[in-house]
């Protein structure tokens, strides 16, 4: 089946620093990704909508300016939390569905962000 | 849109038993319907996905199945083993399109005692 990656899987980080997450289909090519945030013990929320050549969409209360999301190429999304605090530490996520019918989503392992 | 509840939040079980999930959902125009298992820090593993048309799906010692008209589905794990402990979380997409982002359940902690 289709693999998506992400990396890094894990990233401590220091408060005010930017982290940058990449998202990436393997396999085939995604004109759409979705990333996600898990809090401990809280399930997976959708943060934004990732659009290959345009602008994302973002869920209401995440803030864009925060949290940057490009989408360059069919293959590739990333997501960079810009001056991070402890608040986003978390475990992010992001699946792309395949195309051509299949209903099938494809979710990347996580990376999990610790800000110290 | 939209909406996923899953009770119950947890469940212990000892290793043997069968044991059935729950999963309800708001929406019964619903696209698809589909099972995950997390393990602890980790990420996500499809088990089942059931298409609007189906009533259920199988998958080894899984079984899915889907009720539209009552907005449920369950998951049913037969003969429980101790590797079965993990966070199970049902999701369905938001819109009635397959390309959509999904909507997920809380999920229910399962713990299967040897």
């Known amino acids: 089946g289709a693999v998506v990656s992400q990396h890094p899987s894990r990233v401590i980080c220091k408060s005010g620093t930017s982290v940058k997450i990449e998202c990436r289909s393997l396999d085939f090519q995604a004109t759409t990704m979705f990333w996600y945030r898990q809090f401990p013990k809280q399930s997976l929320m959708l943060m934004a909508t990732?659009?290959?050549?345009?602008?994302?969409?973002?869920e209401q209360g995440v803030e864009k300016d925060k949290f940057l999301i490009n989408h360059a190429s069919l293959t590739l999304s990333t997501l960079t939390v810009t001056s991070a605090h402890p608040e986003d530490s978390s475990f992010y996520i992001c699946?792309?569905?395949?195309?051509?019918?299949?209903?099938?989503?494809?979710f990347g392992p996580g990376t999990r962000l610790t800000v110290l | 849109k939209q909406e996923v509840t899953q009770i119950p939040a947890a469940l212990s079980v000892p290793e043997g038993e069968n044991l059935v999930l729950n999963c309800s959902f708001t929406d019964s125009a619903i696209y698809n319907l589909q099972w995950f298992r997390q393990d602890p820090g980790k990420g996500l593993t499809s088990l089942l996905l059931?298409?609007?048309?189906?009533r259920e799906q199988t998958s080894g010692r899984l079984n899915a199945s889907l009720d539209k008209s009552s907005g449920r589905s369950t998951l049913y794990i037969a003969a429980s083993q101790p590797g079965d402990s993990a966070t199970y979380l049902c999701?369905?997409?938001?819109?009635?399109?397959?390309?959509?982002?999904?909507?997920f359940g809380k999920g229910t902690r399962l713990s299967v005692i040897a």
């Open positions: 699946s792309a569905p395949t195309s051509g019918g299949s209903d099938t989503q494809y």
């Open positions: 059931i298409q609007s048309s189906q």
């Open positions: 999701a369905a997409p938001l819109i009635l399109s397959g390309n959509t982002p999904l909507v």
């Open positions: 990732s659009n290959e050549g345009s602008k994302a969409t973002y």
